[in-house]
Protein backbone atom coordinates (compact mmCIF):
# COMPACT_ATOMS: atom_id res chain seq x y z
CA UNK A 1 0.00 0.00 0.00
CA UNK A 2 1.42 3.54 -0.94
CA UNK A 3 2.28 5.76 2.04
CA UNK A 4 -0.34 8.19 3.43
CA UNK A 5 0.05 11.52 5.56
CA UNK A 6 -0.91 11.04 8.98
CA UNK A 7 -3.75 13.33 9.69
CA UNK A 8 -5.52 14.06 12.78
CA UNK A 9 -8.31 16.11 13.29
CA UNK A 10 -10.85 17.11 16.16
CA UNK A 11 -13.53 16.68 14.06
CA UNK A 12 -12.55 12.54 14.11
CA UNK A 13 -15.29 11.14 16.11
CA UNK A 14 -13.93 9.54 19.60
CA UNK A 15 -16.38 6.98 19.16
CA UNK A 16 -15.79 3.81 17.26
CA UNK A 17 -17.65 2.36 15.05
CA UNK A 18 -19.48 5.51 13.37
CA UNK A 19 -19.59 6.30 9.91
CA UNK A 20 -16.76 9.00 8.73
CA UNK A 21 -14.16 9.75 5.89
CA UNK A 22 -11.27 8.22 6.08
CA UNK A 23 -8.82 9.35 3.47
CA UNK A 24 -8.44 6.46 0.76
CA UNK A 25 -5.10 4.18 1.11
CA UNK A 26 -4.30 2.97 -2.54
CA UNK A 27 -2.81 -0.60 -3.29
CA UNK A 28 -1.77 0.53 -6.76
CA UNK A 29 -0.70 3.53 -8.65
CA UNK A 30 -2.92 3.12 -11.13
CA UNK A 31 -5.68 2.89 -8.17
CA UNK A 32 -4.29 6.39 -7.50
CA UNK A 33 -4.61 8.05 -10.40
CA UNK A 34 -8.04 6.50 -11.64
CA UNK A 35 -9.07 8.78 -7.86
CA UNK A 36 -7.31 11.41 -8.41
CA UNK A 37 -8.96 12.00 -12.01
CA UNK A 38 -12.58 10.96 -10.38
CA UNK A 39 -12.30 13.67 -7.98
CA UNK A 40 -11.24 16.25 -10.68
CA UNK A 41 -14.07 15.57 -12.53
CA UNK A 42 -15.75 16.17 -9.34
CA UNK A 43 -13.78 19.45 -8.97
CA UNK A 44 -14.87 21.32 -11.78
CA UNK A 45 -18.61 19.79 -11.72
CA UNK A 46 -18.49 21.75 -8.18
CA UNK A 47 -17.33 24.96 -9.81
CA UNK A 48 -19.63 24.77 -12.49
CA UNK A 49 -22.68 24.75 -9.58
CA UNK A 50 -20.92 27.18 -8.02
CA UNK A 51 -21.32 29.27 -10.98
CA UNK A 52 -17.73 29.52 -11.43
CA UNK A 53 -17.39 29.44 -15.44
CA UNK A 54 -16.81 32.24 -17.86
CA UNK A 55 -16.10 30.93 -20.81
CA UNK A 56 -13.38 28.80 -21.79
CA UNK A 57 -11.38 30.39 -18.74
CA UNK A 58 -10.67 28.58 -15.47
CA UNK A 59 -8.21 25.74 -15.09
CA UNK A 60 -7.80 22.38 -12.56
CA UNK A 61 -4.76 20.43 -12.48
CA UNK A 62 -3.95 17.64 -10.56
CA UNK A 63 -0.25 15.66 -10.63
CA UNK A 64 -0.25 12.21 -12.06
CA UNK A 65 0.60 9.76 -9.14
CA UNK A 66 3.20 8.08 -10.78
CA UNK A 67 4.48 10.71 -13.25
CA UNK A 68 5.15 13.66 -11.29
CA UNK A 69 6.25 15.93 -13.96
CA UNK A 70 3.02 15.26 -15.81
CA UNK A 71 -0.54 16.81 -14.51
CA UNK A 72 -4.62 16.07 -15.39
CA UNK A 73 -6.12 19.29 -16.73
CA UNK A 74 -9.54 20.10 -17.76
CA UNK A 75 -9.65 20.05 -21.44
CA UNK A 76 -9.94 23.49 -23.43
CA UNK A 77 -13.32 24.84 -24.34
CA UNK A 78 -15.35 21.75 -22.31
CA UNK A 79 -17.94 23.68 -19.71
CA UNK A 80 -16.85 22.64 -16.57
CA UNK A 81 -20.98 21.12 -16.34
CA UNK A 82 -19.93 18.52 -19.27
CA UNK A 83 -16.11 17.47 -18.30
CA UNK A 84 -15.93 13.44 -17.57
CA UNK A 85 -13.40 10.94 -16.84
CA UNK A 86 -12.66 10.63 -20.78
CA UNK A 87 -12.48 13.89 -21.76
CA UNK A 88 -9.32 14.71 -18.95
CA UNK A 89 -6.47 15.76 -20.56
CA UNK A 90 -2.28 14.60 -19.29
CA UNK A 91 -0.11 17.43 -20.00
CA UNK A 92 3.73 17.93 -19.61
CA UNK A 93 5.10 20.92 -18.11
CA UNK A 94 5.88 22.29 -21.74
CA UNK A 95 2.08 22.24 -22.63
CA UNK A 96 2.16 19.26 -24.88
CA UNK A 97 -0.90 16.90 -24.12
CA UNK A 98 0.38 13.38 -23.92
CA UNK A 99 -2.84 11.57 -23.04
CA UNK A 100 -6.48 12.32 -24.47
CA UNK A 101 -8.13 13.93 -27.45
CA UNK A 102 -8.50 17.77 -26.45
CA UNK A 103 -6.73 20.67 -26.22
CA UNK A 104 -4.90 22.42 -23.41
CA UNK A 105 -5.95 25.69 -22.23
CA UNK A 106 -3.07 28.09 -23.09
CA UNK A 107 -3.54 30.56 -20.12
CA UNK A 108 -4.11 27.29 -17.85
CA UNK A 109 -0.86 25.64 -19.38
CA UNK A 110 1.39 28.85 -18.66
CA UNK A 111 0.38 29.39 -15.43
CA UNK A 112 -0.11 25.87 -13.75
CA UNK A 113 2.83 24.25 -15.76
CA UNK A 114 5.39 27.16 -13.88
CA UNK A 115 3.81 26.81 -10.87
CA UNK A 116 3.83 22.90 -10.71
CA UNK A 117 7.48 23.02 -12.05
CA UNK A 118 8.84 25.75 -9.71
CA UNK A 119 6.83 24.31 -6.62
CA UNK A 120 7.37 20.57 -6.62
CA UNK A 121 5.29 19.90 -3.26
CA UNK A 122 1.86 21.16 -4.94
CA UNK A 123 -0.12 18.80 -5.76
CA UNK A 124 -3.56 20.23 -7.36
CA UNK A 125 -4.18 23.85 -8.12
CA UNK A 126 -7.29 25.70 -9.40
CA UNK A 127 -8.03 29.29 -11.06
CA UNK A 128 -11.33 30.26 -11.87
CA UNK A 129 -12.80 33.45 -13.30
CA UNK A 130 -15.31 34.28 -10.45
CA UNK A 131 -17.26 37.25 -9.44
CA UNK A 132 -16.23 38.05 -6.08
CA UNK A 133 -12.53 37.13 -6.51
CA UNK A 134 -11.70 38.79 -9.25
CA UNK A 135 -13.91 41.58 -7.73
CA UNK A 136 -11.65 41.63 -4.46
CA UNK A 137 -8.39 41.04 -6.30
CA UNK A 138 -8.57 44.50 -7.65
CA UNK A 139 -8.29 45.92 -4.56
CA UNK A 140 -5.04 44.46 -4.21
CA UNK A 141 -5.05 43.78 -0.93
CA UNK A 142 -5.41 40.87 1.51
CA UNK A 143 -8.29 39.15 3.33
CA UNK A 144 -9.18 41.26 6.57
CA UNK A 145 -9.83 38.22 9.16
CA UNK A 146 -13.28 39.24 10.06
CA UNK A 147 -14.59 35.47 10.42
CA UNK A 148 -13.74 32.23 11.10
CA UNK A 149 -13.92 31.57 7.66
CA UNK A 150 -11.41 34.36 6.83
CA UNK A 151 -8.83 32.48 9.36
CA UNK A 152 -8.52 29.56 7.48
CA UNK A 153 -6.31 31.51 5.18
CA UNK A 154 -4.46 33.18 7.88
CA UNK A 155 -0.80 33.68 7.06
CA UNK A 156 -1.52 31.03 4.35
CA UNK A 157 -2.12 33.80 1.37
CA UNK A 158 -0.44 36.16 -0.74
CA UNK A 159 -1.29 39.00 -3.08
CA UNK A 160 0.79 39.38 -6.02
CA UNK A 161 0.77 42.16 -8.21
CA UNK A 162 3.67 40.91 -10.50
CA UNK A 163 1.92 40.31 -14.27
CA UNK A 164 -1.55 41.98 -12.87
CA UNK A 165 -4.16 42.35 -15.51
CA UNK A 166 -2.15 40.89 -18.26
CA UNK A 167 -3.35 37.56 -20.07
CA UNK A 168 -1.00 35.19 -19.18
CA UNK A 169 -0.38 33.49 -22.83
CA UNK A 170 3.35 34.16 -22.58
CA UNK A 171 5.36 31.37 -20.74
CA UNK A 172 7.60 34.56 -18.62
CA UNK A 173 4.39 35.57 -17.67
CA UNK A 174 4.08 32.20 -15.57
CA UNK A 175 7.32 31.98 -14.39
CA UNK A 176 7.06 35.43 -13.31
CA UNK A 177 4.40 34.54 -10.31
CA UNK A 178 5.25 31.15 -9.78
CA UNK A 179 7.52 31.92 -7.14
CA UNK A 180 4.48 33.30 -5.08
CA UNK A 181 2.84 30.53 -4.41
CA UNK A 182 5.44 28.46 -2.12
CA UNK A 183 4.42 27.95 1.42
CA UNK A 184 0.88 29.69 0.52
CA UNK A 185 -2.33 27.54 0.62
CA UNK A 186 -3.63 30.71 -1.90
CA UNK A 187 -3.22 33.39 -4.09
CA UNK A 188 -4.85 36.92 -5.41
CA UNK A 189 -3.75 38.02 -8.71
CA UNK A 190 -4.37 41.12 -8.72
CA UNK A 191 -6.67 42.74 -11.43
CA UNK A 192 -6.95 38.68 -12.21
CA UNK A 193 -8.60 36.42 -9.98
CA UNK A 194 -7.79 33.88 -7.34
CA UNK A 195 -5.97 30.69 -7.18
CA UNK A 196 -5.54 28.14 -4.22
CA UNK A 197 -3.23 25.19 -4.10
CA UNK A 198 -3.06 22.22 -1.67
CA UNK A 199 0.17 19.54 -1.00
CA UNK A 200 -3.25 17.54 0.01
CA UNK A 201 -5.98 16.53 -2.53
CA UNK A 202 -7.85 18.37 -5.57
CA UNK A 203 -10.20 17.86 -2.87
CA UNK A 204 -8.49 20.21 -0.59
CA UNK A 205 -7.27 22.95 -3.54
CA UNK A 206 -11.20 22.73 -4.77
CA UNK A 207 -13.12 23.44 -1.24
CA UNK A 208 -10.62 26.48 -0.39
CA UNK A 209 -11.17 27.80 -3.73
CA UNK A 210 -15.14 28.01 -3.17
CA UNK A 211 -14.23 29.23 0.25
CA UNK A 212 -11.73 31.78 -0.86
CA UNK A 213 -14.20 33.06 -3.40
CA UNK A 214 -17.09 32.78 -0.45
CA UNK A 215 -14.67 34.96 1.58
CA UNK A 216 -14.22 37.47 -0.93
CA UNK A 217 -17.85 37.91 -1.07
CA UNK A 218 -18.22 38.91 2.82
CA UNK A 219 -15.13 41.06 2.49
CA UNK A 220 -17.09 43.05 -0.36
CA UNK A 221 -20.27 43.01 1.50
CA UNK A 222 -18.94 44.49 4.72
CA UNK A 223 -16.99 46.92 2.35
CA UNK A 224 -20.11 48.52 1.65
CA UNK A 225 -20.98 49.47 5.44
CA UNK A 226 -20.23 52.27 7.00
CA UNK A 227 -19.21 50.77 10.49
CA UNK A 228 -15.94 49.28 10.31
CA UNK A 229 -15.99 44.85 10.94
CA UNK A 230 -14.79 43.87 13.93
CA UNK A 231 -11.38 41.90 13.41
CA UNK A 232 -11.14 38.44 15.47
CA UNK A 233 -7.79 38.47 17.57
CA UNK A 234 -4.32 37.11 16.04
CA UNK A 235 -4.86 34.18 18.85
CA UNK A 236 -8.33 33.64 17.50
CA UNK A 237 -7.38 33.75 13.76
CA UNK A 238 -3.90 31.33 14.42
CA UNK A 239 -6.14 28.47 16.49
CA UNK A 240 -9.08 28.49 13.78
CA UNK A 241 -6.27 28.26 11.41
CA UNK A 242 -4.73 25.23 12.84
CA UNK A 243 -7.95 23.50 13.99
CA UNK A 244 -10.51 24.50 10.99
CA UNK A 245 -8.34 25.29 8.12
CA UNK A 246 -6.19 22.81 7.95
CA UNK A 247 -5.72 20.49 4.38
CA UNK A 248 -7.80 17.19 5.99
CA UNK A 249 -10.52 19.54 6.55
CA UNK A 250 -10.60 21.12 3.36
CA UNK A 251 -10.17 17.52 2.09
CA UNK A 252 -13.24 16.77 4.50
CA UNK A 253 -15.32 19.44 3.66
CA UNK A 254 -15.34 18.49 0.09
CA UNK A 255 -16.43 14.70 0.45
CA UNK A 256 -19.79 16.24 1.13
CA UNK A 257 -20.14 17.99 -1.71
CA UNK A 258 -18.32 14.92 -4.02
CA UNK A 259 -21.20 12.66 -2.52
CA UNK A 260 -23.55 14.92 -3.65
CA UNK A 261 -22.09 15.28 -6.80
CA UNK A 262 -21.96 11.24 -7.45
CA UNK A 263 -26.00 11.18 -6.67
CA UNK A 264 -26.60 13.80 -8.99
CA UNK A 265 -24.60 13.66 -11.72
CA UNK A 266 -23.76 9.69 -12.87
CA UNK A 267 -22.70 10.59 -16.26
CA UNK A 268 -18.88 12.40 -14.22
CA UNK A 269 -17.30 8.78 -15.06
CA UNK A 270 -17.90 7.99 -18.22
Known sequence: ???????????????SGLIFPETP??????????????HLVAATRAFSFWG???GFAGHLTIRDPENPELYWTNPMCVPFSHVTLSSLILVDHDGRVVEGDYAVNRAGFVLHAAVHAAQPDIVAMCHAHTTYGTAWCATGRPL?????????????HAVVGASAGA????????????????????????????????????????????????????????????????EISQKTAEYS?????????????????????????PDMFT
Not at 144 to 156: L, P, R
Not at 208 to 227: H, I
Not at 242 to 264: C, E, K, M, P, S
Open 167 to 230: VAVEEKAGRSIASYFKDVRAVLHQNHGLFTMSRHSIDDAAFWFMALERCCQVQLMLEALPEKPK
Open 1 to 15: MLKQVNEESIYKPTQ
Open 25 to 38: IFSSLAEEREHRKK
Open 241 to 265: RRHVGNDFIGWLHFQTVYNQLVARH
Open 52 to 54: FEY
Open 144 to 156: DMISQDAACFYND
